[in-house]
Nanobody, 125 residues
Framework: QVQLVESGGGLVRTGGSLRLSCAASGNIFRIDAIAWYRQAPGKQRELVAG???????NYADSGKGRFTISRDNAKNTVYLQMNSLKPEETAVYYCNARIMTRRSGTFSFTETDYWGQGTQVTVSS
């Protein structure tokens, strides 16, 4: 089984910063792309930033220049540094990872998208 656990959310004032972490654990053979999404009340979940297995990144236009996504492959962890936060960025932030697992004792591999439980980010005005 694979688990994604986010942390680092909280309450911050406008213009403040937060660093989110997402740690993957379990029967992991390889982690491919990882991304952060967010969902505000009454809105659809949207992509915030993503990073590939070789470190290529992409960002939603809203976060370019303020957000930085990075990953530590040795720790199976991805980070999202968010600076100059705005009230409209209040949301639950979710980690999503495409992970390959191997059935024990076999050469059978499966690639699956996993989601974390989310971490609340609240930006006060």
């Amino acid at each position: 089984q694979v688990q994604l656990v986010e942390s680092g959310g909280g309450l911050v004032r406008t213009g403040g910063s937060l660093r989110l972490s997402c740690a993957a654990s379990g029967n992991i053979f390889r982690i491919d792309a990882i991304a952060w999404y967010r969902q505000a009340p009454g809105k659809q979940r949207e992509l915030v930033a993503g990073i590939t297995s070789v470190g290529n990144t992409n960002y939603a236009d809203s976060g370019k220049g303020r957000f930085t996504i990075s990953r530590d492959n040795a720790k199976n962890t991805v980070y999202l540094q968010m600076n100059s936060l705005k009230p409209e960025e209040t949301a639950v932030y979710y980690c999503n990872a495409r992970i390959m697992t191997r059935r024990s004792g076999t050469f059978s591999f499966t690639e699956t998208d996993y989601w974390g439980q989310g971490t609340q980010v609240t930006v006060s005005s």
